[in-house]
């Protein structure tokens, strides 16, 4: 049977009217009557009892509807994933300190990653002029999806020069009379303000820091007693890592519009970085919560 006759067959069925079928499917009603004809000699069954008021299907038609429309179905599927698999490359927003565990997969899948604050990543998102963008938690994501791709917690990251590095571990107390070393906030305004209201200790100032990594590193190197508060990576040269008792976790997801034309794509790459299902709660996550 050929896909084309069995969706003709639903259209009919559908419509219970041979001429309203065919305006439905743009084609003449002399020409739908002749497929139907064709499908009943290959099928050796009677599929419609034509009368002035219309075309009723029998008890045969009534078999094969569900099945058609199952068939249809997943013809369909397969033709959506044959264009998914030759669309366009993904655009997405990404903000200064993205996991790089997450980057090469985004790297992979996306023509275009673009350096984004939070807040044009989200409204673009919503526009429906970026396929997708990844966020450090809590901001507002309502009306949108997420999926956690990574969580790591913080440690304190410092001039290898300075005396806190004799210590193995750190804690609140241990960073007292240091100033914060924290990015714009606009870049992540929730973030920003979460991980704030969760450190352990009063820096005496936060210090604005660039969003370039060679000036940011900079002024960890030569800026006195002063201190940043970031995940375990390979820290720049002159710059040592030490882990942070209760440290705060920081939490990134990739979020894009349901709404979006390429939203079964994303959800795809999120479930096969994700860490956690996804969530369209738009109160605020507490992603600086402590790991103890």
């Given at each position: ?193 979460e991980l704030l209201a969760t450190v ?93």
């Open positions: 049977m050929e896909l084309r006759r069995l969706r003709y067959l639903c259209a009919v069925a559908e419509e219970g009217h041979l001429t309203r079928a065919a305006e439905r499917l743009g084609i003449r009603a002399s020409s739908l009557s002749q497929q139907i004809i064709a499908l009943e000699r290959e099928l050796d069954a009677p599929l419609f009892v034509r009368t002035q008021a219309g075309m009723t299907p029998t008890a045969a038609a009534l078999a094969l509807l569900p099945h058609a429309r199952r068939i249809l179905e997943e013809a369909d599927l397969g033709a959506r994933a044959v264009r998914d698999a030759v669309a366009r490359p993904l655009r997405v927003g990404v903000t200064p300190g993205a996991p790089p565990a997450v980057l090469p997969v985004l790297y992979a899948e996306a023509a275009e990653i673009d350096d984004l604050s939070a807040a044009r990543q989200l409204e673009l998102l919503r526009r429906g002029a970026l396929d997708a963008g990844l966020l450090a938690l809590p901001e507002d994501v309502e009306g949108l999806r997420a999926v956690v791709v990574s969580e790591r917690p913080l440690g304190v990251l410092v001039s290898e020069a300075h005396p806190v590095t004799r210590l193995d571990h750190t804690g609140w107390d241990d960073l007292a009379g240091l100033d914060l070393l924290l990015y714009d906030r606009e870049l992540a305004p929730g973030y920003h303000d352990g200790w009063r820096p005496p100032r936060v210090r604005t820091g660039p969003p370039r990594r060679s000036l940011f590193v900079a002024e960890l190197r030569h800026g006195g007693d002063v201190v940043a508060l970031r995940p375990r990576e390979e820290p720049a040269e002159g710059l040592r890592w030490i882990p942070l008792r209760e440290a705060p976790v920081v939490r990134h997801a990739l979020v894009w519009n349901p709404a979006h034309e390429s939203s079964g794509r994303i959800e795809e790459l999120a479930s096969r970085l994700g860490m956690t299902t996804p969530t369209t709660d738009s109160r605020p996550t507490r992603s600086a919560s402590p790991v103890r």
